[in-house]
Nanobody, 122 residues
Framework: QVQVGDSGGGWVQPGGSLRLSCVTS????????VAWFRQAPAKEREFVAA????????LYADSGKDRFTISRDNAKNTVWLQMNSLKPEDTAVYYC???????????????WGQGTQVTVSS
């Protein structure tokens, strides 16, 4: 069964950048996609971006389009989320998740990381 570990969060000023990492293990052919979600206090978990291991096709939420970039290294079983031009509204716990399909619904992902806090403030 696939396992997922996420890291790389921290505090950054508005306009700054962070790169989150997601390392997977035990991945099988059925674990075709990795996604990033985020959850702010008192809000629902929302989709940020996703990528397929094979082919590298990506999917982004409108909130991060043109600011966030998701990428992967199949040999390292690692996915990154590069976040630029961060805004205070990007503050949330960011979660990496693995699933069989590249979708926006968190219910479609079965393996989750523990989450990493991203705080954007001055």
């Amino acid at each position: 069964q696939v396992q997922v570990g996420d890291s790389g969060g921290g505090w950054v000023q508005p306009g700054g950048s962070l790169r989150l990492s997601c390392v997977t293990s035990g991945r099988t052919y059925d674990d075709a996609a990795v996604a990033w979600f985020r959850q702010a206090p008192a809000k629902e978990r929302e989709f940020v971006a996703a990528i397929r291991w094979i082919g590298g096709r990506t999917l982004y939420a409108d909130s991060g389009k043109d600011r966030f970039t998701i990428s992967r290294d199949n040999a390292k079983n690692t996915v990154w989320l590069q976040m630029n031009s961060l805004k205070p509204e990007d503050t949330a716990v960011y979660y990496c998740a693995a699933g069989s399909y590249m979708r926006r619904n968190p219910a479609d992902y079965l393996a989750w990381g523990q989450g990493t806090q991203v705080t954007v403030s001055s």
